[in-house]
């Protein structure tokens, strides 16, 4: 009897355990969008700029997001450098603490670079486009050129 308790009981656990698994796995469902590209044997090359600009050229509906998307960047490194300069200078001023002054640059460049992020958002439209999207695209025609030339 107390054989049949103790595999009820593992039943029990092993069917939690898979509810648990099911659970995380829809979680983390966006990733198998990137099983394509990521998780391979051999790595995709590294593209450089002349490359993405190629991308843009070439295509005529995630072309131009792409290049919203990347100046969105600069966005954030604009507001990141100005919030950490300004938080970092009134930490300085105030508490002269060499770690304070670390802590609030730090911070003030994370919310500096968030706050840049939204600008950027809402400044280029960018909340209208599958950004997912648009870089999935890039990555299947980075794959696509590359393995064609190791092909021919």
Not at 66 to 85: M, P
Request: aromatic share 14%; with cysteine.
């Amino acid at each position: 009897m107390a054989e049949g308790s103790d595999s009820s009981a593992m039943g029990f656990l092993g069917r939690h355990y898979e509810e648990v698994k099911e659970h995380w796995k829809n979680n983390f469902a966006f990733l198998d969008y990137y099983k394509k590209t990521f998780g391979r044997r051999k790595p995709l090359p590294k593209w450089t700029d002349a490359d993405v600009e190629e991308f843009i050229a070439s295509d005529p509906v995630y072309g131009p997001q792409l290049k919203d998307i990347r100046e969105s960047r600069k966005y954030a490194i604009f507001g990141a450098l100005l919030s950490a300069a300004h938080l970092g200078g009134v930490s300085l001023r105030y508490s002269k603490s060499p770690h304070g002054f670390v802590l609030a640059t730090g911070f003030g460049a994370l919310c500096g670079g968030v706050l840049g992020l939204e600008v950027a958002e809402h400044w280029k439209q960018l909340y209208k486009i599958d950004k997912q999207a648009t870089n999935l695209r890039f990555l299947y025609w980075w794959e696509d050129k590359t393995l064609g030339n190791q092909r021919n």
